[in-house]
């Protein structure tokens, strides 16, 4: 469970003292454990390609079987570091579950594996033409000898096909919860009265937790401001290793809403947007051995350089 009293203790405490109340919370020096987190599992299927010509596939299986390669790279490249996995198998797990098992196991680094999609549009095409029966129809007479005559003709009209057409955009993009300096997001988060989605689109389930209450704003403001610096550091080095495999990387995004789990985490928390499942070739990649360990391998690469930074801090120039 999240600390509540601990924080609101702290929080008053600070409001009192003046002092920054995250000085003796300080974001950790050593990378020594990471939480891989395979988005959605079980009866939540996350989004599924269903395009023509999909493979139909599930992000809830994707995302575990890149987390799988993840895991198994981070265990063989920095076998120091201890990771956890929060899910192996396909279960469904409340994203409560996802964070108290990344706080719990004091994570130093949350990644986030998810899948992308976007809307279709929908198409039509003609498959040929059937011959249908219409009827004109008239009266005659008034009154009560009012008669209704209908004459049948025939018409030729099309007959279409429809699918849906698949998108177009593909790549990987990077999204992080953060309290940006300007307190732009801050203030989101604070005012914030409604809901706080898992993902964009997807159910909201989770929104009554208490990050609607005082005690929960405070709480996700101090996690996204003792973390903005690491998270965004984290997101721009991954951003940097997918672009060496030459696949579209879109950047790093903040949403105004929030990622529930990475405002739950309380640690540096990213979430990868792997590829496009409603996109053929995103589709295919993602589900190919090839793809997911290129993911793997560049979600690896960039941990560990940002290890590096984190461990030697003159090195990274802030
Ligand atoms: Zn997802």
Redesign the pocket.
Known sequence: MLKHTFYSVFILLSICTGLPYITSAQTPKRLKTIIVDA??GGTDN??VGQYENSLRSK?KDV?LAISKKLVAELKKQLPEVNTIATRTSDVYQDPREKANIANENKGDLFLCI???SGPLKTGRRQIGTRTVTRYHVSYKGKGKKRKKISKPYEVVEPVYEHFKMPLTRNGTSVWIFAAHKTSEKLKAIMKEEGEFE??AG?DSTYSSFDFNTPEGKAIAQVYAKRYQEKSDRIATLLNEEVDKTGRPALGINQRQKGIWVLQATNMPAILI?TGFINNPEDERYLNSDKGQQELAEAITQAVIRYKAQLETPHTTGN
């Open positions: 988005g959605h996350g989004a992000e995302t998810h899948a992308d898992i993902e997807s947007e």
